[in-house]
């Protein structure tokens, strides 16, 4: 299939990437002026980089007819972002060219969403914002469009000040660790299983309005969470849980994992047992190992430290 990727070089972007090469897939990704591509380096000259501008997805669509657009565009609204920037990344470019996609009928449109209600943040608000546009969509121009919902997701090379990373690295620190009370309850999935889930949606062909929650169907609270990483990581640190005031309207999340399952086969790794790989990679990377860039190998044993290749 000719799949244009929106947000190719990002840290989820970069991994869909290698899943649909190495399913045989021709991707063309669009890139920023100021985008690091240093997630896709290697494969690159696999790769048809265009700029990210309606003008030049306009022109690639003449001669190329993609079968999917895959929208893995993303601002968290951190480091930063202004409420513009959120807009601007989550609404207003992949909206314009899910309209495109709209008005020409010719392929399946799939974003990347939120398990997170509309109210917590601009960054979820935006989010549910555009699958709210592709359900339009999908009633008026009689357009397949899916929206994957995904939980809290994670893995060891994620960037380093991303939550689970940066706390599990300072807790092998033995550095202390202000925290909330942690009594939200959070499905959290790992980054291995959000792509096999986005590569069942793609082969699968859905037709019509989807959305579709990607989890384990299991939601512990960050604080049984944040007790077993410091277990696992030698009790080395101090948790002050309580020293972080919680927000407002701090959600509880699961995945209802009915949708999935009926499209195929769905057996994420448990969440205990994809933190403790998790941790050992991350250790391994600390003690100057090589398994941080495994996840996309297809011999990879998510239940095993090391790829079997």
Known sequence: MKILLLGGNGYLGSKVARALLEAGNSVVCTTRASSDLSRIADIKNRLTLIPASIDA??????????????????????????????????????????????????????????????SLNMYSFSKNILNEFGKF??????????????????????????????????????????????????????????VQAIMMVVSAQLTGYWEIPIGTGVAPSISEVLDYM????????KLNKGAIPMRDKEPDCVADMSVIESIGLWSPIPWKEGIKDMIEEIDDQIRGGTVASCFSCPRHDSRERRCAA
Request: hydrophobic share 35%; with cysteine.
């Open 137 to 194: 969509y999908c009633d008026r121009c009689g357009m397949d469009f899916c929206c994957l919902s995904l939980e809290m997701f994670y893995g060891a090379d994620e960037p380093p000040d991303r939550f689970f990373p940066s706390v599990i690295r300072r807790m092998f620190r033995g550095e202390d660790i202000d925290m909330t009370a942690g009594t939200q309850h959070r499905d959290i999935i790992s980054i291995r299983d959000v």
């Open 57 to 118: 997805i306009e022109a690639a669509a003449i001669s190329t007819q993609f079968d999917y657009v895959i929208n893995a565009v993303c601002n968290y609204g951190r480091s930063g972002s202004s409420y513009s920037d959120v807009i601007e990344a989550n609404i207003v470019f992949p909206l314009r060219i899910l309209n495109n996609v709209a008005e020409s009928r010719k392929c399946r449109y799939v974003t990347i969403g939120t398990g997170l209600p509309d």
């Open 230 to 237: 410091w277990d696992l990581t030698g009790r080395k640190s």
